[in-house]
Structure formats: C-alpha cells, structure tokens
C-alpha cells in the first residue's frame, strides 16, 4: 500500500486565520479523499480530488471553506479558511489502492485545534 | 440511504478473550466493506476488505470478518486480544454515489483489561 504524510501533523490556530494541510503520497494515485472526524466522532468524507479537475465536494461543505489543490498525482493540499473552534477536527487524506480494489489508505491525520 | 451502524459504543474484553465487533450496513447493492482500526494520535490502518467471493475474510493482526448478506452484517471477530488491540475501530461500506466515498460507522472503543 501507499506511504502517506501529512503537514502538520498538529497545529493551534486563532479563530479567523487559515491553514494549508499537505499531503503527500509515495506513489502515483489516480483520486485522493479528504476526510474530516470531529472530536469523538467519526469520518466524513470532505471532498474528492482528482488531479487536474475540480475537486467534488460532499453536501454541507463549500469550495470558499475548504480550497483543495491537486497539481500532480502524489500531492493534494486542504485549506481550512476563517477557521472558528466549530473546525477543530482531525483531518485526514485517504488516497486510492489503485487497480479497481476501491480501497483508501490513509494517512496519520493532522490535528487542528482552533481557540 | 446508504449507511453503516456500530451499535456498540465501547466494549471492554480481558486480555486472552475473544471478540467481537458488530456492524451492520444498508446498501442496495453488493456492498464493499471494510475494517479499520485508528491507535489513540494515529491515521486509519485498513485491517480487512470484503468485495466478493468467500464469506469469511482474514485480515492483519490476527484479525477475520464475516459477511452476512441476510444480515446485513461484517462482524470482525479475534480469537485472542492482546492489550495493544485497545483502539477505535471503523466499520465502512464503499458506496458509488456520484461518486465513490466510503462512509463509516461511528465506531467502537475496544478497551483491554489486563
């Protein structure tokens, strides 16, 4: 399976700032997924990014909160705009096993905290 | 809709025990499913997948799972938990909606008495 990372792997932001998440896979991937898991909860998927094209938003999440950037095929950037403490979250990338298998890997997350 | 139901919150086994997981899903369509598992601070670890053929699917870590099509069930079962098992662990089904996008249950802390 692919070796993903994340940037940062945490971070404390002020309420009204941005951040930029990366995520960097160690082999080429057709579709990457950004994920989000609230604090005790579970994943919702955020949007889905293919490289080259728009990503596809899920419902409830808009393209001015969440910018998503793909220019290549191991790389995809979520950005978390004007952030309020509703945002703090883990985020998570999930990229494709490739093949057809339909299967998603994921990364370690990075932890956003928002005061 | 499709959805998946972890019905058990936290579950408490004793180290040596066996266990097992509950999930059940509804899909209209022959599901894809899989088994994940996040350590406290970690990512999501796939553990097992099911797409078709044999009913009763192995994973890593010691870890199978069984398809119940007239259920609507993938339980995960082990046989014999190990402290370093206590996690939060996901059931998901793979759904082509517009698009393909896995939606989870809202798992199950598994904690280990030692």
């Known amino acids: 399976s692919a070796v993903i990372s994340q940037k940062p792997s945490r971070d404390i932001c002020q309420r009204g700032t941005s951040l930029t998440i990366q995520c960097q896979v160690d082999s080429q991937v057709t579709m990457m997924f950004w994920y989000r898991q609230q604090p005790g909860q579970s994943l919702t998927l955020i949007a889905t990014a293919n490289q080259g094209s728009e990503a596809t938003y899920e419902s409830g999440f808009v393209i001015d909160k969440f910018p998503i950037s793909r220019p290549n095929l191991t790389f995809s950037t979520l950005t978390v705009s004007n952030m309020s403490p509703e945002d703090s979250s883990i985020y998570l990338c999930s990229v494709d096993g490739g093949g057809g298998t339909d299967t998603q890997y994921f990364g370690p997350g990075t932890r956003l905290t928002v005061l | 809709a499709q959805s998946v139901t972890q019905p058990d919150i936290h579950i408490t086994v004793s180290e040596g025990a066996s266990l097992e997981l509950r999930c059940n899903y509804s899909?209209?369509?022959?599901?894809?499913l899989f088994w994940y598992v996040q350590s406290p601070g970690q990512g999501l670890q796939l553990l097992l997948k099911?797409?078709?053929?044999?009913?009763l699917v192995q994973g890593i870590k010691g870890f199978e799972a069984e398809f119940k099509r007239s259920q609507s069930s993938f339980n995960l079962r082990k046989p014999s938990v190990h402290w370093s098992d206590a996690a939060e662990y996901f059931c998901a089904v793979g759904a082509w909606d517009s698009s393909y996008k896995l939606i989870f249950g809202s798992g199950t802390r598994l904690l280990v008495r030692p």
């Open positions: 099911y797409f078709s053929g044999d009913t």
């Open positions: 899909y209209g369509a022959t599901p894809y």
